[in-house]
């Protein structure tokens, strides 16, 4: 998987929601397949953090992702989210 490197020091509520698009294009890129193999869980974890960073079309497209996940899947991507917070 391609590593993206979020820099918003010094941009403002600019650099907030540039970085929550980025974020919910993962996501995207993981529920539809695009360049990768679908991935739920990580389009799960994408969604959630772009819904951190400010995106409410991420917030509603996470729902509907985990309408289709088990309880396990949405423990996992919750803690990966969680886990890719704190490094970043």
């Known amino acids: ?8 020091a010094g941009f403002g509520d600019i650099g907030n929601n540039a970085q929550a698009d980025i974020l919910f ?11 990768c193999a679908v991935d739920m869980v990580a389009a799960h974890k994408w969604f959630n ?3 951190i960073k400010g995106s409410d079309r991420a917030a509603r497209l996470r729902g509907e ?7 396990l899947e949405i423990a996992r991507a919750l803690r990966e989210a969680r886990e890719w917070m704190t490094m970043h």
């Open 49 to 51: 953090i772009a819904a």
């Open 1 to 8: 998987m391609a590593r993206f490197e979020m820099l918003d």
């Open 65 to 71: 992702v985990a309408a289709s996940m088990t309880k």
């Open 25 to 35: 294009e993962l996501g995207m890129m993981y529920a539809t397949g695009r360049d």
